[in-house]
């Protein structure tokens, strides 16, 4: 049973356009949820994170909105750029320290 | 200052052998996570360990595999008897244990044959 779930497995962008990745969780303990970035060959970059407590958070050209009562989260890019092209994972913690619980990932690709 | 490393980078192994992956955290970092990573899905929990012992060991598939932190900085994950099914991306991620942001290595690819 998935717990967390990105139900897009990809997604095509124009570069400058707005990037939207969506997530979605059942797990109603979750409290801290994560965006990571992974290229090929490479272990997975944070990127962005917000607790519960939080329905937005905002860091340059990423920002990350939580909807708890709908059990969904979103990560927006905008500009998107052609070296966002990556895959996606979000995480979902129900406590500091814990074990993550990543979803399936989307491969994003902006085009230039 | 230096991230996580994981040794080696790609490991080949034939079925019913033993494997060890290796895992250096970042400098100070009491948290220590082993993921698996199988092509097309995301990590999946393995064992962390806070300081030197396994805070939670529930990821773990079953029996032959096995993890260590001797002295609260390496990790070392154990694998015997490996099968095709064992075959993955290892990846070792580190925090303060204070903070939820995860900092991952680069991962080992195992290839059981």
């Known amino acids: 049973d998935q717990q967390v779930k990105q139900n897009s497995p990809s997604l095509s962008v124009q570069e400058g356009r707005i990037s939207i990745l969506n997530c979605d969780y059942t797990n109603s303990m979750f409290d801290y949820f994560l965006w990571y970035k992974k290229y090929p060959a490479e272990g997975p970059t944070f990127l962005i994170s917000i607790s519960s407590i939080k329905d937005k958070n905002e860091d340059g050209r990423f920002t990350v909105f939580l909807n708890k009562s709908a059990k969904h989260l979103s990560l927006h890019i905008v500009p998107s750029q052609p070296g966002d092209s990556a895959v996606y994972f979000c995480a979902a913690s129900d406590n500091a320290g814990n074990m993550l619980t990543f979803g399936g990932g989307t491969r994003l690709m902006v085009k230039p | 200052g230096a991230g996580v490393s994981q040794t080696p980078s790609n490991k080949v192994t034939e079925k019913g052998k033993y494997v060890e992956l290796r895992c250096d955290p970042i400098s100070g970092h009491t948290a220590l996570y082993w993921y698996r990573q199988s092509l097309g899905q995301g990590p999946e929990f393995l064992i962390y360990?806070?300081?030197?012992?396994?805070?939670?060991d529930s990821g773990l598939p079953n029996d032959r595999f096995f993890a260590v932190r001797p002295e609260g900085s390496v990790s070392t994950l154990k694998i015997q008897r490996t099968e095709r099914g064992d075959s993955a991306v290892y990846l070792c991620?580190?925090?303060?244990?204070?903070?939820?942001?995860?900092?991952f290595g680069p991962g080992t690819r195992l290839t059981v044959l």
């Open positions: 991620a580190s925090s303060s244990g204070v903070s939820n942001e995860q900092f």
């Open positions: 360990f806070q300081g030197t012992g396994a805070a939670d």
